[in-house]
């Protein structure tokens, strides 16, 4: 009887063999990847559609007024706007940016004011022209009261006004117009759960930022924290030398595959490049539009 031989695989066969296995997977990992990214950006969706409809009815049972961003201490700790919407939407899932990376969580998660174990993390609140608590009652008026927009009375166009959306915060907290921070400082854990325009308000909203030292300021900067407008698409400049960084300004953050997942203040969603959120007519220059609650790029 003849004896069958086995043929075993040679060197060349099985390295061939790797290399088609190795160029599958290099394959499949980028759209493995994308596959993850899209279920991310669908959740974080879903939350924001969520938040937007807890901030509706929190007006609705104020008349209509939408909540701060926050409110000063006392009390302490400070209450913020998921804080207010908390009786409305008591899941802290959805207070979470499923987006955020580990890095940005080290400094964005927040806890919560009524319950400190858990927190919060990722989005901001367009508090300028929605609500904002900074106030002093020494100061001039408006800024001796917290400020609240009312829906249908400030606001009358809610389906291009932005409330709530991804965040990133500020770079730096107290730096001074001479450009004490530069493009390469590291982002910080202010205003993290804040939202600014491209341009600080004026004639709606808080009428400009406020100084921390005291004072209300109605000039074209941050004041509070130095810096200037235009930050995202160098128009002015927060920093000497370096317009367009965005120092001092809460901006918004392009996670979602390089675009803001974006929720108005009619409950939709969409996912906006970054100068589409401050350029609402596209003419190339930074303006308001998308933030007044008017709809309109002459209005700030």
Not at 201 to 206: F, I, K, M, Q, V
Request: charge should be neutral; aromatic fraction near 8%.
């Amino acid at each position: 009887m003849r004896r069958r031989l086995r043929r075993a695989f040679t060197l060349v066969e099985l390295l061939v063999v790797i290399a088609v296995i190795a160029a599958l997977i290099a394959l499949l990992l980028p759209a493995t990847r994308h596959v993850l990214a899209m279920s991310r950006s669908a959740n974080s969706q879903g939350n924001l559609r969520q938040l937007c409809t807890a901030l509706q009815t929190y007006a609705s049972e104020r008349k209509g007024f939408l909540p701060a961003h926050s409110y000063p201490a006392p009390p302490t700790p400070r209450i913020r706007w998921p804080d207010a919407l908390w009786p409305h939407l008591g899941v802290r899932e959805v207070y979470l940016s499923p987006q955020v990376t580990a890095d940005e969580a080290m400094r964005m998660l927040t806890p919560f004011a009524h319950d400190p174990s858990i927190t919060f993390g990722g989005y901001g609140y367009n508090y300028q022209y929605l609500g904002n608590g900074r106030h002093n009652a020494s100061w001039p008026e408006p800024w001796n009261t917290a400020f609240h927009a009312r829906l249908g009375a400030m606001i009358s166009a809610p389906a291009r006004t932005i409330a709530i959306a991804d965040a990133n915060g500020t770079k730096a907290e107290q730096i001074d117009n001479a450009g004490g921070q530069t493009m390469d400082s590291p982002w910080s854990a202010n205003g993290v759960y804040a939202l600014d325009p491209p341009l600080a308000s004026r004639s709606l909203g808080s009428r400009g930022a406020r100084r921390a030292s005291g004072g209300a300021t109605g000039s074209a900067n941050y004041g509070y924290q130095g810096g200037g407008d235009g930050v995202l698409m160098g128009e002015g400049g927060a920093t000497v030398g370096r317009p367009g960084d965005p120092v001092c300004r809460a901006t918004p953050a392009p996670r979602n595959l390089g675009k803001v997942s974006t929720a108005f203040l009619d409950g939709h969603v969409e996912s906006l490049l970054p100068e589409e959120l401050d350029d609402s007519d596209g003419d190339g220059s930074v303006d308001n539009g998308l933030w007044n609650g008017l709809g309109r790029a002459d209005v700030r």
